[in-house]
């Protein structure tokens, strides 16, 4: 089993910029797809982006487009968000998490899930 371990949220002002890191630890690395994930106060927790094994593949919620990018290095076992412009509604604590399974741009396969790191964006 794999474990994950976030780090990098904060207190960022609007339009303000964070990278948030997830270190995977106890598998291959490559064996598994990576994906960032958040949950509002009150509200169900979302995808915002995922990425496959190879890093050459991406997904984003349409909400985080353009301003956040995914990407992995093996080397170092870890997978990186970089995000940029944040805004009050990206308000959250964010999750790394990982699945070992084929789809890997299916939300639901992502079994395995970090602690959480909380991302504050003030007005």
Known sequence: QVQLVESGGG???AGGSLRLSC???????????MGW???APGKER???ALINRSGGSTYYTDSVKGRFTISRDSAKNAVYVQMNNLQPEDTAVYYCAA?????WWVPSRYTYWGQGTQVTVSS
């Open 11 to 13: 207190l960022v002002q």
């Open 23 to 33: 270190v995977a630890s106890g598998r291959t690395f490559s064996n598994y797809a």
């Open 37 to 39: 994930f958040r949950q």
């Open 46 to 48: 979302d995808v915002v």
């Open 99 to 103: 699945t070992d399974v084929f789809m």
